[in-house]
């Protein structure tokens, strides 16, 4: 009987390929899922086995023999590949790119399916005795053997470069004096302990107890938990417990910059073996870390978006931290959402899943209205601390050379003297977001973007945000030669220098993307911000959510008004988000936490109901303005993108898609558009977008079922760079 490979190559086509098995074949053909070498025109690729079929349409005389079959086992089982197949529908991308986005690097390059031991570094009898301060005058020796202290079973190599930089000579240093040793294992981490008995309020007590009475099958849950309410720590006990039923766990979290600080309490809290996968791991370790998950040896993965893939042996749980945040849709290539995906795999595994956030998002709270999720509620903070005052500082007519207002640097002053630490929160890195010539009214514009680009004082330079574009910063205006070269706008480099000035007897600490580059600079920096000295810390979005610092009393949103009247719909509810989030940082403790917002307009009336801390009346106010102009979650969006060099092309296909799309329109979805991209020209290239709306979502699906084919194959569908968003969250 003639069989024939079906195969889905990594390749911008919205179709499979059929091959002929390999001649050397012996015996049954491979299962779907394993990875197969294969010729693509004068390329050779790498793609998966979806099914062996015995029809092919494919000429007799042009179907080709595969190259090699690379694994005996499948790296997908079948409800991975079912989930992956299920995704190249309904986002309406290739299938093959969908399941190459799925695995590790080093296996989309075709490397074996190998477990390496582990290093993990341990004391010997000799250096669990020897006094650290014994060491002062090599004080990289002694931080590395304090670590190893305080360490219950050594640390590995992972957790070492994760808090020191280039450990590895100072190691061996060690090492030769015989108070170190490397012992090779297979296995991660272990946890250092079952997670003793916490006092839990009658909120979080019930919250465990209702997720626990259904975790033997599928079930999903949102918990609304106020900032310092408990969420992790009701985590934590629905782990353990998933842990002692045999299974594994799947934790998301939306940022890095998150994942070592809830290792961390991971592992000293859950008797388990824990795996972590981001983007920050080298394309080995991360390797490593999916063939323990697939391997069933990791009990625990936190991971960021992509870990929604992992393969899990035991499944039992998925919990999604801080649902709300916009970092779980990839926004390029394959735009899925890594917490819709959450809900459908854990269907699909017929496994619970817990949807968690301070302020959810309002899709997810118009699915708990319809009864698809059950919501559980942690209304207080734990340990009995109590919720920041919000204040508003009205900033109108009033003097503000450094960012910073009169009263606010006063209320700061106040804090330090305390003892306490402040927080001062500022989504703009760099120095100033935009260089103007005083004489000629000459700006720096990026000249690949619509955009201004950034003065970065860090390495004197100006970048654009957008597409990475850097130059140096000119000494004279490039217009007209004249010297006066103003500095509009504040970043979080210049508010950092003002705060030295104004505070010159306080340390200062900058948070964001160019600060923390190095490996292990951002948890040097949480671990400096514990020690609970009394310091200004100044920061991006990295620092606003999930970090808990016990000494901080004082937080600042230094400008709230960019979510107040943005052309994007979703603006103002991800700045009430954002504003309750930064608040959650202040007085989580025993000290009372105050927080205070810049603004232009004290008097909006969304300030209101977040002033009391009352989300649910802020996001109620958001859906009834979402339900009354048709916007979601009461309608369903794709967004059809295109861009390219020349300037015309992109309206001219949107043009030709639209009228296609009006072809096989027969439940009146609307079409809204062609229009130019919020930021029209972006690295180089021109672009534009047309919206398409729907009442029910299966209409939306099946309008582009029918008409994407026909615009792949339209003319000019090759002559553009073209995109299908489904359920987008960025406009631009």
Not at 356 to 359: I, L, M, P, V
Not at 634 to 641: D, I, K, P
Not at 667 to 673: E, N
């Given at each position: 009987?003639?069989?024939y490979f ?5 390749v911008p086509l919205?179709?499979?390929f059929d091959y002929l098995p390999p ?7 491979p299962?779907?899922?394993v990875?197969?070498?294969?010729p ?6 790498i793609?998966i086995l ?8 494919v000429?007799k005389n042009r179907?080709r ?6 694994d005996?086992?499948p790296?997908?089982d079948?409800e ?9 529908q ?8 969908v399941?190459q986005?799925a ?5 989309r390059?075709g ?7 582990i290093t993990r570094?341990?004391?010997?009898d000799?250096?669990?005795?020897l006094?650290?301060e ?5 004080s990289?020796q002694?931080?590395?053997?304090t670590?190893l202290?305080q360490s ?5 190599e ?5 808090k020191h930089i280039?450990?590895?000579p100072v190691?061996?240093?060690?090492q ?13 981490p272990q ?7 916490h006092?839990?309020?009658p909120?979080?007590?019930?919250a465990?107890?209702t997720v626990k009475?259904q975790s033997?099958?599928?079930a999903?849950f ?17 782990i353990?417990?998933?842990i002692d039923?045999?299974k594994q766990?799947?934790v998301?979290v939306p940022?890095?910059?998150?994942t070592?600080q ?11 073996r824990?795996?972590i996968?981001?983007s920050?791991?080298n394309?080995e370790?991360?390797?490593?870390a999916?063939?323990h998950?697939?391997?069933g040896?990791?009990d625990v993965?936190?991971g960021?978006r992509s870990?929604i ?8 749980m998925?919990i999604?931290d ?8 990839q ?8 917490r ?7 269907r ?7 949807l968690?956030?301070?302020?959810p998002?309002?899709e ?10 059950q919501?559980l509620?942690l209304?207080?903070?734990?340990g009995?601390?109590?919720l920041?005052e ?17 009263r606010l640097l ?7 003297e ?8 500022l989504?703009?890195r760099?120095?100033?977001p935009?260089l103007m ?16 680009m950034t003065l970065h ?5 100006l970048q654009?945000?957008?597409?990475g574009s850097e ?6 205006c ?5 010297p006066d070269?103003?500095?509009?706008g ?5 508010i950092?220098?003002a705060l030295?000035?104004q505070?010159?007897?306080?340390p200062?600490?900058r948070i964001d993307r160019?600060?923390?580059?190095r490996?292990?600079?951002l948890q040097?920096?949480l671990n ?6 009394p310091?200004?810390l ?13 000494n901080?009393t ?5 400008n ?5 009247y943005?052309?994007d719909f979703r ?5 009430g988000q ?8 202040a007085?989580r ?7 205070l ?6 008097d909006h ?8 801390h ?10 009834e303005?979402r ?6 979650p ?8 295109a861009?390219?060099i020349?300037d015309?092309?992109?309206g001219q296909?949107?043009e ?5 799309l009006?072809?096989?329109?027969h ?7 062609p229009?130019?991209?919020l ?7 021109s672009?534009?977008?047309?919206l398409i709306?729907a009442t029910q979502r ?5 309008l582009l079922?029918?008409?994407?084919p026909l615009?792949e194959?339209h003319?000019?569908s ?6 299908i ?8």
């Open positions: 009987m003639k069989r079906r195969i889905a190559i990594p919205r179709r499979e001649p050397d074949l012996q015996g049954n053909p299962l779907p899922g990875r197969i070498r294969v693509f025109g004068r390329q050779t690729l793609g979806l099914e062996v079929v015995e029809e092919t349409e000429a179907i023999p595969v190259i090699e079959v690379l005996q086992q790296l997908f079948s991975m590949l079912q989930l992956l197949r299920w995704c190249s309904y986002y309406h991308h290739p299938v093959g790119e399941l986005n695995l590790p690097v080093r296996l390059q490397a074996a399916t190998t477990l390496k031991a570094w341990q004391l010997t000799t250096g669990k005795v006094e650290p014994s060491l002062k005058r090599a990289r002694m931080a590395l053997l670590d202290q219950r079973h050594g640390l590995f992972s957790e070492l470069s994760d280039n450990w590895r190691m061996k240093r060690l030769e004096k015989d108070w170190v040793r490397a012992v090779k294992e297979n296995a991660l946890g250092q302990g079952k997670s003793a008995d006092e839990l309020n909120a979080q007590q019930a465990i107890k009475a033997t099958g599928f999903s949102m918990l609304e938990g106020i900032t310092g309410s408990g969420k992790t720590e009701v985590y934590l006990q629905l353990q417990h998933c039923s045999g766990a799947l998301l940022e890095i910059g998150l070592p809830l290792m961390a309490r991971f592992q000293s809290r859950l008797d388990g824990i795996a996968m981001h920050g791991l394309d370790e991360r390797l490593q999916w063939l998950t697939r391997e040896s990791a993965i936190i960021t870990a893939f992992s393969p899990l042996l035991r499944p039992g998925i999604v801080e649902e709300h945040d916009l970092s779980f849709k926004q390029e290539g394959f735009r899925y959402s890594a819709d995906l959450a809900v459908k795999r854990a699909d595994l017929n496994i619970p899943v817990l968690g956030s301070a302020t998002s309002l997810t709270l118009y699915n708990a209205q319809q009864g698809r999720y919501v509620r209304p207080e903070r734990a009995g601390a109590s920041p919000i204040e508003l500082l009205d900033v109108r007519s009033q003097k503000m050379p450094h960012g910073l207002s009169a006063q209320r700061i002053r106040e804090h330090l305390n003892g306490s630490q402040v927080l001062l929160f989504n703009r760099g120095y100033a935009v010539c005083h004489e000629c009214g000459w700006h720096a514009l990026c000249p690949r973007c619509d955009a201004h004082h860090h390495n004197t330079r654009c945000h957008h597409c130059q140096p910063t000119p000494s004279l490039p217009k007209c030669e004249a070269l103003l500095q509009m504040f970043g979080t480099e210049r950092e220098e030295n000035e505070f010159a007897n306080y200062v600490l160019d600060s923390t580059r490996k292990g600079s040097r920096m400096e911000i514990n020690t609970g000295k310091q200004i100044i920061g991006t979005q990295m620092l606003a959510k999930g970090h808990h610092f016990a901080v004082l937080v600042a949103m230094l709230a008004d960019h979510g107040l943005s052309a603006a103002s509810e991800r700045m954002l504003l309750l989030q930064v608040a959650g940082r007085g403790e025993e000290k009372k936490g105050h927080v917002v810049q603004t232009h307009h004290p009336p969304l300030f209101k109901p977040l002033q009391a009352d989300y649910p009346a802020f996001a109620r106010t958001l859906l303005e339900q009354q102009t048709e916007l979601p009461f309608t369903h969006l794709a967004l059809l993108r861009e390219a020349d015309a092309l992109p296909f949107l030709q898609a639209r009228t296609l009006q072809q096989v329109n439940h009146d979805v609307l079409l809204m558009g229009f130019p991209a930021m029209e020209r972006r690295a180089g290239r672009r534009a977008q047309l709306q299966g209409q939306l699906q099946t079922g029918a008409a994407i615009i194959n003319k000019l090759s002559k553009v760079r073209w995109s968003d489904i359920d987008p969250l960025d406009m631009m």
